[in-house]
């Protein structure tokens, strides 16, 4: 113990004085994850607010057929531009995105409603577009209410009521949080702390491994009577130690960050408060140390320091599998899926984001198995410091 | 006192040492001469126990490294080939590092410290961080890590590879000096000058194996020219053509 105390210590000072270790611990991860983050919430948020917000602008093409039609879309505050030349133009100008959306109207429109035939106008619009999409389906569901008031009309000059043709009427009731409407949006914040707390001790575990063999310190180190699971350990706690501190900072970081996203516009609440920070910080630490055993167990069968940095980069993608996978096919807490390590994290966080109350039992899975996945690991890296060809 | 009972150590197909015995007594400097790949580093690895031998033991003062690691590598103190030390620690750090992973502490680790400051030269940059020392300052702070905790037995592997002349020559009359206290140091090189220098004992080895051995005086009388150059010499080609 007390061997692994001093290695410990030894490692987190040495760290300290090393600019690598310090920027990425304290900087990178902390300040580089929320930054970036609240940027891309507020650029998204902004988006969705002005497809909302903003007047409709639609251009038409041969507007002058159908009057009514125009005087209606004026009516319910769309900006009315006048299109010039034909459906070939309007398709063009969509695909070369001069316009996102272009109402084409035939010359027999006219016609055609007044003998009570199916009058087709085009809505031309490229749906590959993403920042149309929210202006295509406004434009499509004016057409939808402007051809129901006809068919209203229709129906009542004949005697009939309208109601005759609406036998099933679909009331949607929305009954998620506001909390809960954030997530979609948040469920990238629990990669941001994972990331960001991985980022702090990589430098760390890079350091006491191949740093100190590259630099022939590590063969004296084993020359003395000390148990390589004592130094092994201490190693992987003097990583850990420093991605705690990265994760409370970086958790900090959000907490003051996300108040500077304006969810509120959106009718969304971001539940990031100090008792869900602390939680999910609580969270986070059985998963600390299994980061720092497994960079310390890959950077360990490194040969050199730049080796090691290329190898635990990738190792930073690891984690992300499982929570695109959670992301894609919409996985909700189960207990069955919390033995998964980084799985399991990211949807306690969700949950907490979510204000929904924490199974027990499921926090106590998680820990419990990332723990030992985490113990495991270790053990093979301790292993591996016993092995004659360590030394390199 | 440092014994080696036909060590023996296999790397895959390459036989890197095949029976190795040799003595290195308290009071005297023992030499492990051969040359590049003769064997020299792996045969003081045995001994400093990060490498386990196929075959023999490594006795230090009496115990077998193999078998009492603990008590064994407590009675000696190992500076590796290339040795390298802390950047971001100062030279004092280094130093107590090692004694803290020795088990020393509090007043006594820093007295001894204060003693190898002073006995090695130190004191100048010995609060400053090992970053920008020069070859022969790391030496010194590494052989201040070595001898923390005054132990009896001493292995240098090459330690003066790449020292100038001034450093050294501070660096042989240390080791004279720490003979003459009684300890047994032993060390290897592939520099005949340097262990006709210093030695009172000399191994020479090749290619695994023990070639001769005996005082300077001694082998010097196996070859007519009576120069130890030549022995180094006759003792390699007699292996080659035997």
Redesign the interface.
Known sequence: MRALCTVLLKEVVENARDRRTVVSALLLGPLGAPLLFTVLMNVTLERERQGLEAPLELAIAGGSHAPNLVAFLRGEGVEVREFQGDADAAARAVRARERRLVLVIPADHGARLRSGLPAAVQLYADSSDTSAAGERVRAESLLRSYASQIATWRLAARGLSPALVRPLIVDEVDLSTPAGRAVTLLGMLSYFIVFATLIGGLYVAIDTTAGERERGSLEPLLTLPVARRELVLGKILATSAWMIVSLVLTVAAFAVSLRFVRLDTLGMAANFGPRVALATIGVMLPFVLLGAALMTLVASFTRSYREAQSWLTALLLIPTVPIMFAAVYQVPTRLALMWIPSLSQHLLISSLLKAEPLAPSSVLVSAASTLAFGALIAALATRCYRREQILG | MIVLESLAKRFGAVDAVRGVDLTAADGRITGLLGPNGAGKSTTL?LL?????PDRGRALIDGLDVARE??????R?G???H????????TAR?NVR??G????LDGTDLERRIDALVELLEIGEYADR?AKGFSQGQRLKV?LA??LVHAPQNLVLDEPSNGLDVPATRSFRQLILRLRDAGHAVLFSSHVMQEVAALCDDIVIISDGRVVAHGTPAELMRTVASGSLEDAFVAALERVTTA
């Open positions: 690895r400093y126990g990060v490498l386990r690691p603990v008590a064994a590598l407590g000696l190992a500076l590796p290339n040795a390298g030390i802390y950047p971001q620690l750090e590092y090692f803290r992973l020795r088990g961080r590494a890590r070595t």
